[in-house]
């Protein structure tokens, strides 16, 4: 089993001019522990009653987290769960992670979703589709980033129903190999988990929709690939979890999650967690958490 750390939130003793570097101090402490993965939101507002915290509180734009994140790690694979596919022209985005793969020297997932928050996108004056549009421009994206990613020419033509990239470039190329694994977030039975058996090289399933839920969803996502006639065990299924060390959780908790998050199916359980940027928690996985699991 592998085990991710999602952070989400920049709310940090000593306000801005402590993000810099206790982001820093996070990140360095989770590769040392042995996270095989770190993670960042996409979101310009914080999610409301996330931790306690309001909409107003620290939020730093993805890519440009991540880039940093980069640049401070050498082994731990990088992410954005999920990107909000309205944010950005999605020719602009697969620009964007192509150049975090380049830096990260090829250990990034291309996490991409519908996008959810109405009010986040309304506030930045960034347009709001139907559910139907988003879903729409997300399979085009997903269908952009396939056939620019497996295209060995410098430049690619594509149209879709939402969007038209007719000359975008393709220099230079990911170094992940073959490229960027394409992680889609959301349980929806119908679109986005046929999306995943469709185009994806991995899934991504919160533990808020309750485990009777995601393990439905992992069924559904078989039910898919079998349709399509590809083999659901080449789809990474990925959990998002949150767990507080300081708060009510122990390291036994967490490692029995683990294994049922195993025993479902998953292979990749990531947490995020309130009290990360007291670093204990951190070193805690490291030394007590993920040795008991990795070999699950």
């Known amino acids: 089993m592998h085990v991710g750390l999602q952070i989400p939130s920049f709310k940090y003793p000593g ?4 993000i810099r570097p206790k982001l820093k101090e996070i990140v360095t402490t989770a590769e040392d522990a042995g996270f095989y993965s770190l993670w960042v939101m996409d979101h310009f507002y914080q999610i409301q009653g996330l931790f306690g915290e309001a909409y107003t509180d620290p939020m730093l734009e993805a890519y440009a987290t991540l880039g940093y994140i980069a640049g401070l790690t050498e082994k731990a694979h990088l992410g954005v769960l999920v990107t909000g596919v309205i944010y950005r022209h999605p020719s602009v985005l697969l620009k964007m992670m192509t150049t975090v793969d380049v830096l990260a020297g090829g250990r990034t997932y291309f996490g991409i979703g519908a996008a959810w928050y109405e009010d986040e996108a309304k506030g930045f004056g960034i347009p709001y589709p139907s559910t139907a549009e988003r879903f729409e421009l997300l399979e085009d994206a997903l269908k952009l980033a396939k056939t620019l990613w497996s ?56 533990d808020w929709v309750g485990a009777e839920n995601m393990q439905k969803a992992l069924d559904d996502l078989k039910r898919h690939c079998e349709a399509l006639g590809r083999d659901d065990d080449t789809v990474e299924k ?26 479902m199916g998953f292979t990749h359980a990531i947490f995020n967690m309130p009290d990360a940027y007291k670093i204990t928690p951190l070193e805690t996985f490291g030394k007590e958490i993920i040795p008991a699991v990795v070999e699950l």
């Open 238 to 263: 990925t959990s998002l979890c949150t767990v507080h060390l300081s708060g009510g959780d122990t390291a036994e908790d967490i490692i029995r999650r683990i294994k049922t998050l195993a025993a």
């Open 151 to 206: 295209s060995e020419a410098e430049e690619v033509s594509f149209a879709g129903r939402r969007l038209s990239a007719p000359a975008i470039t393709n220099n230079p190329r990911p170094l992940s190999t073959p490229h960027p694994r394409i992680m889609v977030g959301g349980t929806g039975p119908n679109k986005t988990l046929r999306m995943v058996a469709q185009y994806a090289d991995a899934c991504n399933i919160g």
């Open 15 to 18: 306000g801005a001019t402590a």
